[in-house]
């Protein structure tokens, strides 16, 4: 192997003296993707919404009941 050559970042480079040595030169570009449309609530956090809703339904109406019964013993 050669001699690891130091270059200003600190990764040491190491070339094999046997063997193949693959290297890319090219023009680097951007690769440009379809822009993600992400939901501004999560799946998760519409269902938990839901439940709240349907127990603040329920706790309600029981409430109503229990005010309807309570009305009749007196």
């Known amino acids: 192997m050669s001699a690891p050559r130091?270059?200003?970042?600190g990764i040491t480079e190491v070339l094999?003296?046997?063997?193949?040595?693959?290297?890319?030169k090219g023009n680097l570009s951007?690769?440009?993707?379809k822009p993600k449309i992400m939901p501004l609530k999560s799946v998760t956090?519409?269902?938990i919404e839901q439940m709240e809703k349907?127990?603040?339904a329920i706790t309600?109406?029981?409430a109503r009941q229990g005010q309807g019964q309570g009305?009749?013993?007196e």
């Open 16 to 24: 094999p003296k046997a063997g193949l040595v693959y290297s890319e």
């Open 54 to 56: 349907a127990a603040a």
């Open 6 to 9: 130091q270059p200003q970042g």
């Open 71 to 73: 009305n009749q013993r």
């Open 30 to 33: 951007e690769v440009l993707s």
């Open 45 to 47: 956090l519409e269902r």
């Open 60 to 62: 309600e109406t029981m």
